[in-house]
């Protein structure tokens, strides 16, 4: 059901859903996501659902 299936944020998108009735107004919620569909694609995530994304930490991580 949620857009985000289809990159495999199914489960990501449901927590943030049910996160919302729980979390005070000025609360924070905190999720570490993997950039693997893309920056652009988690950041829709949580903005479609009314938050603010404020990027703490980045890192990459080169694989051979």
Do not use: Y
């Amino acid at each position: 059901g949620f857009v985000e299936d289809q990159f495999g944020l199914g489960l990501v998108a449901k927590a943030v859903e049910e996160g919302i009735s729980v979390i005070k107004p000025i609360g924070i919620m905190i999720f570490n996501i993997g950039g693997r569909p893309g920056q652009a694609v988690c950041k829709r995530l949580f903005e479609r659902r009314g938050f603010q994304v404020t990027e703490l930490w980045q890192t990459k991580v080169i694989k051979v």
